[in-house]
């Protein structure tokens, strides 16, 4: 293991080593270009130095050929004026000063240009080591400031939050105290306006005030009450419906009963009369629950028609239809209304049905002193008051 991984280290440093090597190369290659294109800029500018030094024998030498022509054509001519030699002269030495001067400064262009050359690779020196080592720290700490941005923009967020919060906060103890304040002085004036009126006012005030509280205290047991009152009949109905539905049972009169002796049909043809009432009507499906008393009113039909009815004309009151069926079955499924409180005898059973019969009674029964006033009833109690209302 400790092999392999000095060889991995040493193949890694290699490849990085290979790589600067390559890079290395690389600048060596792009300053050489650089170089060459200077020397031959160089070269050139040397050309065109050795150019114009060439032109400026060509010109010297002319104006030598044009002195000695001058001078030749003085000589031939015999006169020759001093004036005209010395300003030839002083041309001729201002023309070879003018091309010194212009030598001048091609030379000093020439080193110029090499240091602006110089100058341009070294800016492009640093260009470079800014695009392989200074960029990768610039953004890091570009990276670091938009973090820093981004903190400082959630920390004002909070703030304001914070503050928004506080504001609403203290906006709302402002407002409680105001309120309050405003109730206590409200509570001040009319202490005061009270401490004004005579006694007699005063103290109808006062009584005025704790009636308003035992007014509250009674209507909250007045509710309490009725909670539990209502409670109560709604426990009340439903035994009394237990056990009506529980008497009824106990009866053990079946439907066919009814249908075969009262409506004169046959064991075969009869029906009972929930099967009745769902192919008359398939939605009766849904009120199965009250079918109890229905058939506790059939029931009664039945017995009401075996003991007083039979002495009719067919036995029951009203026309026959075509099937057989009573036209009216008033009588039969709710009685003759005559005999209800008389004893009903159901033949070989010998059972009586239950009869409920409602009164309607006070929740509470009024005290014979209810509505006499003494003089000893004031100020009103809450003694009172219950006694008042039991």
Known sequence: MGKKTSDEDTSLAEAFIHFQMQVKSKEIEEFKEDI??????????????????????????????????QERKLEQRGEVNKEQVEDALHQNLELSRNKEKELAELNQGL????????????????????????RHKD????????????????NFEEMAENINRSLEVTFNEIDKKKVQLMDDKKQLASERAIKLLDKNTRQEIKENVWLKKEVG?????????????????????????DLFTQRLEDLQISRNVFLTQAAGLGPSDSLTLEETFIKKD??????????????AAVDGAVT????????????????????????????????????????????SLEQKLLSVVGQAMPLHTASPDAHCSGGNDWPVTVHIIRNRFQ
């Open 36 to 69: 060459a294109q200077l020397e031959g800029g160089k070269q050139k500018l040397i050309e065109l130095r050795d150019h114009l030094r060439e032109e400026q024998k060509g010109h010297i030498t002319v104006l030598r050929k044009q002195a000695k022509e």
């Open 111 to 134: 080193k110029c240009l090499v240091e602006q050359v110089l100058a341009l690779q070294a800016e492009k020196e640093i260009w470079l080591q800014y695009k392989h080592v200074g």
């Open 139 to 154: 953004k890091e700490r570009i990276d670091h400031l938009k973090d820093e941005h981004a903190g400082l923009q959630k």
């Open 217 to 241: 205290v009674y209507k909250m047991e007045v509710s309490i009450m009725e909670e539990a009152v209502q409670k109560l009949e709604e426990e009340n109905l439903k035994l009394t419906g």
């Open 282 to 295: 398939p939605t009766a499906v849904q009120v199965r629950g009250h079918m109890a008393v229905v058939q």
């Open 304 to 347: 009401q028609a075996e003991s007083g009815d039979r002495g009719c004309s067919g036995g029951y009151p009203g026309a026959m239809s075509e099937e057989g069926w009573p036209q009216d079955l008033g009588p039969l499924l709710y009685g003759s209304q005559i005999h209800l409180k008389e004893t009903m005898h159901l033949g």
